[in-house]
Structure formats: structure tokens, C-alpha cells
């Protein structure tokens, strides 16, 4: 079955720092979606992306679409502690249905 | 807007019990929700898709007579997990899409999550 693969599987960075992570897919997707998830709490949606090559951002966040639709990459920049968390890559499947990645967890240090 | 809340936020209860929890889309209408099971450091776990007013589909593996769905309309869903067991504990999470977001079919808004714990 599909798999959305993610790496690294966790961070630990200082404050301040850039971090850069991506999902890779066995199968094509026409959609990416990265929501971040709070300890105990349900996922957020970060950026979604819709066209193979699309660049997007979202204040210090920055998502691709990768060009050959297997993959896509999520980069923060100037790290600050709140962006501590769980990051989920998530593509569409069967028209409505969502899977998602194995998740990047980031840690940052003041 | 696109808020999604759950009830309850946890619950622990007895082992051979029945537990419901309720999804509501609370500004927009979602005619499908969707529950997902998540175990501690895993990710989000398709169980079911929830359908307004017509029977819910569930995923391979999930049993449709231990995890009883109901969406009786366009704001709620409920997730019914009947006689649970210790294994049954887990993290619960629903979402619904906004009928409204024409150009955004596949985006999910999520709860905040149920924690369950059946001793």
C-alpha cells in the first residue's frame, strides 16, 4: 500500500537555527499537506500544496511541491520554541481520504 | 473559522463498557468526517469515514461493530467504542472538510483529540 515515508523521524536544534524536513511517497500525489500537532492535541494545517514545483509560504514557513509529485520538503526558519512539535506530511487518496507520514518530531533548545 | 471540537477531551473508564465521543464542526457544515486512531509516538491512523445521514465506511482491520459511528447531521458526528478493552486505548481524533472550500477539496480540519484509557 501507499507509505509517505518522512526524515529525518526527529530534531533536536537550537533556537534560531533553520530546519529543513521532506516526505517522499511511493505513488504520485496531486496534493501535499503539512500540519504540525501539539503534545495531546489534534494536527494543525500548516501549508497545503497543490502543483507539482509550488513553492508556499506561511510566515517563517516554507513548503515545495516536489516536481516529480513523490515528495515534498517543509523548512522553518529562525526557529523559535513554540514551533516544538509534530510534523505530518499528508496526501489525499480514494478522493477524500487523507494518509499521513510517519512525522518529524522537532525539539528546540533555548 | 473551520473549528472542529470533540467531548470529551478524556475519559477513563472500566473495561466492558461503552464510550461515545462527539465531533462537531461548530462554524462551518461537513457533510464527511472522518476518526482516526493514534498510539503513543505513531502517526494518525485512518478508522473511518463518516458520512451525513448514510452508513460510515471503515478502513481494513477497523471492526464496524466495536467502533460505532453516527452522523446525524451536517454539524455532528459520534464514535461509539462499545464493550472496550484495555488495547482500545488510544488517542481519537476526528475531522471534517468545509462543504465551502470549493477550491481546497482535500483539506481536513481536526479536533483537539479524546484520550482514552480503559483499565
Known amino acids: 500500500g501507499q507509505q509517505l515515508n518522512q526524515s529525518p523521524q526527529s530534531m533536536f536544534i537550537q533556537e534560531g537555527e533553520d530546519v529543513s524536513m521532506n516526505c517522499t511517497s511511493s505513488?504520485?500525489?496531486?496534493?501535499w499537506l503539512w500540519y504540525k500537532q501539539d503534545p495531546g492535541e489534534g494536527p494543525v494545517l500548516l501549508i497545503a500544496?497543490?502543483?507539482?514545483?509550488e513553492l508556499t509560504s506561511n510566515g517563517r514557513l516554507t513548503a515545495q511541491f516536489g516536481i516529480t509529485r513523490k515528495d515534498s520538503f517543509l523548512n522553518i526558519s529562525a526557529s523559535i520554541p513554540s514551533d516544538v512539535g509534530i510534523y505530518f506530511c499528508?496526501?489525499?487518496?480514494?478522493?477524500?481520504?487523507?494518509?499521513f507520514g510517519t512525522g518529524t518530531r522537532l525539539q528546540v533548545f533555548p | 473559522g473551520a473549528v472542529v471540537s470533540q467531548h470529551p477531551s478524556w475519559v477513563i473508564c472500566k473495561s466492558g463498557t461503552s464510550v461515545k465521543i462527539e465531533c462537531r464542526s461548530l462554524?462551518?457544515?461537513?457533510?464527511?468526517m472522518f476518526w482516526y486512531r493514534q498510539f503513543p509516538k505513531q502517526s494518525l491512523m485512518l478508522m473511518a469515514t463518516s458520512n451525513e445521514g448514510s452508513k460510515a465506511t471503515y478502513e481494513q482491520g477497523v471492526e464496524k461493530d466495536k467502533f460505532l459511528i453516527n452522523h446525524a447531521s451536517l454539524t455532528l458526528s459520534t464514535l461509539t467504542v462499545t464493550s472496550a478493552h484495555p488495547e482500545d486505548s488510544s488517542f481519537y481524533i476526528c475531522?471534517?472538510?468545509?462543504?465551502?472550500?470549493?477550491?481546497?477539496?482535500?483539506?481536513?480540519?481536526f479536533g483537539p483529540g479524546t484520550r482514552l484509557t480503559v483499565l
Open positions: 499528508a496526501g489525499p487518496y480514494n478522493t477524500d481520504k487523507l494518509i
Open positions: 475531522s471534517a472538510r468545509d462543504l465551502e472550500l470549493a477550491g481546497a477539496p482535500n483539506e481536513q480540519f
Open positions: 462554524d462551518f457544515q461537513a457533510t464527511t
Open positions: 500544496l497543490y502543483k507539482a514545483g
Open positions: 505513488s504520485i500525489f496531486n496534493t
